[in-house]
């Protein structure tokens, strides 16, 4: 799911990490604010409908979501986004 509402990308699911670090890196609070707790911390490659790849830095592993989350206001820091708020390749 991409959300322009959350400020950096999360995954609850291990096997989309690469180079993770795990540990205690805080908590989130959702939609809900009950606080999820972060275990660890990577990179994440996504691969594109063009066979492009993206890799997403700073990834949060946060088991309790339902959801995979790119957000969008870190895509933009990371230059992911073009001028008027599309995305583009990296």
């Excluded at 959350?6 to 805080?26: E, L, N, P, R």
């Excluded at 606080?35 to 990577?42: E, N, S, T």
């Excluded at 700073?58 to 979501?65: K, M, P, S």
């Amino acid at each position: 799911m991409v959300d322009s509402r959350t400020s950096f990308h999360a995954t609850h699911d291990w096997k989309h990490f690469h180079d993770c670090v795990q540990g205690d890196f805080g908590h989130v609070h959702l939609v809900n604010d009950k606080p999820y707790k972060i275990i660890g911390m990577g990179k994440v490659f996504v691969k594109q409908q063009n066979e492009n790849q993206w890799v997403l830095k700073a990834i949060r592993h946060v088991l309790d979501l339902k959801k995979n989350i790119i957000s969008t206001k870190q895509l933009g820091g990371e230059g992911c986004i073009k001028p008027g708020g599309s995305l583009k390749e990296p």
